[in-house]
């Protein structure tokens, strides 16, 4: 009899003259720009969705929509998936507004529920049928460490969990159709946007680093490695896991 791992990996090589496709939400910058990268050095064709344009065309194909807007991005997944057969999502997107509590308002909160959660639902939606009629598909959610607590973060650890949360139940609901479903959750990433709120000459900046174990930062390619992981043909036996890339800080939060 042979095995599952045999089998799969006969089953991509039969497909290694088919393109792949993929697609990344907020592939313009920071994560997602290092994922597109990632991904498309490992053979897989990208569109990349993003209300700003890329700095240049080396992320895929850039199609501008406001992921907040369900209108607007229910005409974009219509439009991609009948151009192309999607076996791969990387759910990227987010918005941030940081606030305390009594800061934070119900606008804000419901945006950044709706850029992040209710986006990534409505993606992993579109691209579905597709996946099933292939028999395989991978979906990976970018969450955050600040689902396990952050300060000033209600809106944003809020969505963030509840993608964690959506990751597990899709890999339930999908795994037996060969679609895996995994979260990358990154910690404290030196995205252009995080060193503009952080310069390096600043003690606040330099006490969060201190506080990382491996005494630095990470970098967006970092993370795209990872996404690059539980994209690949051979990660079929993993699914519903969320993997904290952040140097070490949850190995002391959990402690």
């Given at each position: 009899m042979t095995s599952p791992i045999a089998q799969h990996e006969h089953h991509q090589a039969t497909q290694d003259g088919t393109p792949r496709h993929a697609l990344v939400t907020g592939g313009s910058s920071g994560i997602g720009l290092a994922t597109c990268?990632?991904?498309?050095?490992?053979?897989?064709?990208?569109?990349?969705f993003d209300i700003q344009p890329p700095p240049d065309d080396s992320s895929g194909a850039f199609v501008r929509v406001d992921m907040g807007d369900k209108a607007a991005l229910a005409a974009a997944l219509a439009e991609a998936t009948a151009q192309r057969a999607f076996t791969g999502l990387v759910n990227n997107v987010a918005a941030i507004r940081p606030a305390p509590i009594e800061d934070t308002s119900l606008d804000d909160f419901d945006l950044q529920m709706a850029v992040t959660t209710r986006a990534a639902l409505q993606c992993t939606q579109a691209v579905l049928p597709a996946m099933r009629a292939a028999g395989h598909g991978r979906i990976v959610n970018i969450t955050s460490r600040a689902a396990l607590g952050k300060e000033?973060?209600?809106?944003y650890s809020a969505?963030?969990?509840?993608?964690?949360?959506?990751?597990?139940?899709?890999?339930l609901e999908l795994a037996a159709q060969g679609i895996t479903v995994n979260a990358v959750a990154p910690g404290p990433i030196a995205t252009a946007a995080f060193k503009a709120a952080n310069p390096?000459?600043?003690?606040?900046?330099?006490?969060?680093?201190?506080?990382?174990p491996v005494q630095r930062f990470g970098e967006p390619a970092e993370v795209a490695h990872a996404v690059g992981c539980f994209m690949h043909p051979m990660a079929s036996f993993m699914t519903g896991q969320v993997l904290y890339v952040c140097g070490g800080i949850t190995v002391g939060l959990a402690g």
């Open positions: 990268h990632t991904l498309m050095a490992a053979g897989w064709q990208v569109v990349n000033l973060r209600s809106g969505a963030k969990g509840a993608l964690n949360a959506l990751t597990r139940t899709w890999a390096a000459d600043s003690p606040r900046t330099q006490r969060i680093a201190q506080g990382i």
